[in-house]
């Protein structure tokens, strides 16, 4: 077993729906990801998982720009969605964050209604032509979701009513409202209890294929079972990418398995 990092991973995925090359980020002069090369497929679910402090929000935050909101943050390197460079110019960072969509950690609805949450991106993104539009857009969401049932009968009391695992349904149906390619999620259970935590995981199923997924967890069983594909980042680098079965049961390289046996981390 060697301790090198593996140098060739999955690149030229024929699925793949992003590819990000070479990519480092910086706060100020600290390196906090350092030169990731990564295919994210489009028909699988794709796990980042590394010990605290590695680089995976930071690097995940790369695939839609939200690293652009933090002052002292510098990225380098290029990701390609769809043959388009996200990091070009041109491209419209508004537009760009409803393609690629992100749940965090702490589920966050706004402190609007049920209903409301799911309409504000197809609104400010004018998707909807008129109220019955925007109703089926709603319910559509909600449904893919699995929230609706929950909440049919409710549309008009708050978001921020809801139980934190329904919250995080609705953060999901708000950001598959806007019909994303891409759904970013950044430890979306770690605040959940294992019956909330198992309804996103099914959620997860329903909705691969449908949109490309990238999920970041501690919860190594949980990238066990959602995912596909896993990245092992360590010290802001990928040391190991590869099918997720693989990953856990014939790691190539010493420091992934130290970490999915429990060594570190
Ligand atoms: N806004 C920031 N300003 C400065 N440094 C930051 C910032 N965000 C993260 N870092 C640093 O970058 C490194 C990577 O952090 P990051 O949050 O990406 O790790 P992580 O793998 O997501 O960790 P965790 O599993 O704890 O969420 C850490 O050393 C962290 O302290
Ligand atoms: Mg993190």
């Not at 609007?112 to 319910?139: T, W």
């Not at 139980?163 to 950044?186: H, K, N, T, W, Y």
């Not at 079972?225 to 360590?234: E, N």
């Amino acid at each position: 077993m060697t301790d090198t990092v593996a140098a060739t991973p999955l690149r030229n995925d024929a699925a793949a729906k992003m590819t990000a090359r070479e990519v480092s980020v910086f706060y100020g002069a600290k390196k906090a990801v350092d030169s990731v090369s990564i295919d994210i497929s489009q028909d699988n679910v794709t796990a980042f998982i590394g010990p605290s402090g590695c680089g995976k929000s930071t690097f995940l935050r790369t695939l839609n720009r939200m690293n652009d909101t933090i002052a002292n943050a510098r990225v380098e390197g290029q990701i390609v969605l769809d043959g388009e460079d996200i990091y070009a110019p041109a491209m419209d960072v508004v537009q760009l964050r409803a393609r690629v969509g992100m749940v965090f950690q702490k589920p966050n609805p706004f402190p609007k209604s049920i209903y409301e949450n799911v309409a504000y991106g197809p609104r400010i993104h004018g998707l909807a032509d008129g109220r019955a539009q925007m109703d089926e857009i709603v319910e559509r969401s909600l449904k893919r979701a699995g929230l609706w049932e929950e909440v049919k009968d409710r549309l008009q009391d708050s978001g921020t009513a809801l139980s934190g695992g329904q919250q995080q349904r609705l953060c999901i149906a708000r950001a598959i409202a806007v019909d994303p390619e891409v759904i970013l999620m950044d430890e979306p259970c770690s605040a959940l209890d294992p019956i909330a935590t198992a309804r996103i995981e099914e959620l997860i199923h329903e909705l691969r294929g449908r949109y490309a997924i990238v999920i970041v967890t501690h919860n190594m069983q949980q990238a066990a079972r959602v995912s596909q594909r896993t990245a092992f980042f360590h010290l802001g680098s990928l040391v190991e990418y590869g099918e997720t079965s693989e990953i856990f049961t014939n790691p190539r390289v010493e420091r992934t398995k130290d970490y999915i046996t429990g060594r570190y981390g």
